[in-house]
Structure formats: structure tokens, C-alpha cells
């Protein structure tokens, strides 16, 4: 049976003057149209073809070589195409838009709105299908993470304690307030790393490196960058912070702790406007 919502790798069965069909298993033949099939790949009868499995304007298993934004188990920020009394369409990249019903929705939203939602297949009409309460599909696995170890983060959502943000599509985690050094915004994918996983479970998590690694990776770095620079650099511990974390990546806390930790190394030097390699 394809899998709907998914990539599959189906072998051709038949040519059509329309397109190609597919062995779908027990769905049947599945056509992928002309406009669809690759110019670089073999295309004869029992050849492969790695395919995206959905339903067309007719409910009808069509396939496709186009790659939507998400696939089926995947969380992504879609922006609001169409809203009826249906719902709300998202566009995910496939000529026909996604839904949202109204009852997965968890808050108002217009037409050109982004919403951060998971895809699932509705189990009754097998229709690929958007929902916005992204809870029950979350912190379903036990969280095996490690401290400072590198995660894709999705971000869903302020709070008052900072952003809400999905690890690797499996748990939630909180980027704090005092470790989001540069904006963010619902439907960003960050690299993030963690920086606590605490008794109750709830996951801390930092947009830079942790631990004392990280702060010998960034000394580094600077150094390099002096090398390459001749020597200066017009950045300094009273430079803004999102001029910092433009050149670096880091916060302005964690930028003047590696300056600080080489000019006491008698590495370099700090000036208001610049550092300088010694």
C-alpha cells in the first residue's frame, strides 16, 4: 500500500498518453502526469521512481516529483491561502492546498498568516490534513538528549518566559528570554543546543553552544578572525549586540567573556571600538 502524504519509490507499470502509472499495491495503478515525470531519470515499464503520494481535486491517488514543505508526520510553519467555511488552506507547495479545519485552529488567523502546524492523515476520509494543537503529537518519546548536544529547532510560538520551540520534531523546549540574543519569530528553523533537561522533563535550550567547549571554540574563532584581519578587529565588548551576533553567532554576554578570557591571556587587547591581536 503507497503511503500517503509520504515519498514512496513505486515501479512503473504502464505509458499513457496522459502519464505514467505507478504500482500503488493493493491502491491500484497510480498515475504520475506528464508534467511530473523526471527528464533525467530511466522511465520505462518496471523501472523506480521515488514519488510524493496525495490525494487530487477528486480524492483520487495522484502522485508527484514535486517536494511539498512537509510531509505527513512533519511540523511546518504554512502561510494561509484560502479561508472558507470549511477551514483554512494552507499553501504547502502541491497544487492543491492543505486544510486546517476550523476545529484544529488555536487562534484566528487571515489569509497571508503564517501558522506553525502538524500534518496528519484523517483516518475516515485519508485526506492529508493540517492541525494547529501540535501538543498531543509531542513529548511522546522518552527525551534521551544530552546536555549541549545539537538539536533543529522550529520555533512555534512567544511566551512570556521567552519562544516555544519544537526539538527535532519530537519535544517542546523554551529558548529563555536572556538567551534569545537575536529576533525571532514563529516558523524560524534554528540550529539550537541544550542546555538543561530538567526533573519534571521541561528542556532549556541555548542559540549558541554550551559549556566550556564552546567558550575554547569562540576563542578560537576570534583569534582566527584577528589573523585574517591583520590584527584588528571593529567589534568590542561595547559594540551592540546584534552587531556581535551578526559576526559571530553568540550573545554579547558569552562575546565579552572569550574577549575578557583572552586579554587575560595576553592575546589581545580591548579598546571601545575594536580588539587587537598583541
Known amino acids: 500500500m503507497a503511503a500517503i502524504g509520504r515519498f514512496n519509490t513505486l515501479q512503473i507499470v504502464k505509458h499513457t498518453g496522459f502519464g505514467l502509472y505507478l504500482d ?3 491502491d491500484g495503478e497510480i498515475l504520475l502526469p506528464n508534467r511530473y515525470i523526471p527528464k533525467d531519470t530511466p522511465t520505462e515499464v518496471e523501472d ?3 514519488v510524493f503520494i496525495y490525494l487530487d481535486s477528486e480524492d483520487k491517488l495522484i ?4 517536494t511539498p514543505k512537509a510531509q505527513v508526520g512533519d511540523f511546518a510553519s504554512l502561510k494561509v491561502a484560502e479561508i ?3 477551514g483554512l488552506f494552507l499553501d504547502w507547495g502541491l497544487p492543491k492546498d492543505v486544510l486546517l479545519p476550523h476545529s484544529e485552529e488555536k487562534r484566528p488567523l487571515e489569509v497571508g498568516d503564517y501558522c506553525v502546524v502538524y500534518l496528519y492523515l484523517d483516518k475516515h476520509t485519508r485526506r492529508i490534513t493540517a492541525t494547529a494543537h501540535l501538543d498531543r503529537h ?3 518519546l522518552p527525551v534521551r538528549y544530552k546536555v549541549g548536544e545539537q538539536v533543529s529547532l522550529l520555533i512555534a510560538g512567544a511566551t512570556d518566559l521567552g519562544f516555544k520551540a519544537i526539538i527535532n520534531g519530537q519535544h517542546w523546549g523554551l529558548v529563555h528570554k536572556n538567551e534569545a540574543f537575536k529576533f525571532l519569530r514563529s ?3 534554528e540550529v539550537g543546543y541544550i542546555k538543561e533537561i530538567r526533573p ?3 528542556i532549556s535550550l541555548s542559540l549558541q553552544p554550551v559549556g566550556s567547549e564552546a567558550g575554547d571554540a569562540l576563542q578560537q574563532q576570534i583569534m582566527q578572525r584577528l589573523e585574517e584581519q591583520d590584527g584588528v578587529l571593529m567589534i568590542s565588548d561595547k559594540s551592540p549586540p546584534e552587531l556581535i551576533a551578526k559576526e559571530f553567532g553568540v550573545s554579547k554576554g558569552n562575546f565579552k567573556k572569550a574577549i575578557g578570557g583572552l586579554m587575560k591571556q595576553g592575546l589581545l587587547s580591548i579598546h571601545p571600538d575594536r580588539i587587537e591581536q598583541v
Open 24 to 26: 500503488g499495491g493493493p
Open 48 to 50: 523506480w521512481l521515488n
Open 63 to 66: 502522485a508527484t516529483t514535486e
Open 138 to 140: 509531542l513529548d511522546k
Open 200 to 202: 519534571d522533563g521541561k
Open 187 to 189: 516558523g524560524m528553523q
Open 84 to 86: 472558507n467555511r470549511v
